[in-house]
């Protein structure tokens, strides 16, 4: 056990080049809830599930993409539909596509999207009911279901 007992995750953050612009892709595309700007911070709130998200306006001279880093991304849970209507719908918007996997082992099993927000944010939909020895359909071939 830690020395301090937390309570709970308050909100976290994604830093975003254009606040507009991702307003539009987290609210209108992906479908989380707008709860508002924060003033004049260049911070907007949004809500998913039971979870805070604050998208930060980066300032112009900090590196624009988190793409070469390959470890590091934001996960969200979907069920098996939403996860094939989110191929359909990332490739006719040409939202950037990383990769998709089929995880069978380790802690977060799953069928996992990997893809770019317009900031160039690696983000993750995962669909944990699918389970090893289930159809591997490739991301054309999702698009095309």
Known sequence: MGLLKIEGITHWSIPVNNLGESEKFYGDLLGFNARGRLGNSGMSCFSVGDQNILLCERAPSVDKSFAEEQNVHHSFTVTPETLVQACKIFHERKVPIDRLYYRAK????????????????????????????????????????
Do not use: H, I
Not at 131 to 140: C, I, Y
């Open 106 to 145: 380790g802690y977060f099993t799953g069928r996992e999207l990997y893809f770019f927000d317009p900031s160039g944010n690696r983000l993750e939909l995962r669909d944990p009911t699918w389970k090893a020895g289930m159809p591997e359909p490739t991301f054309e071939e999702l698009v095309q279901s």
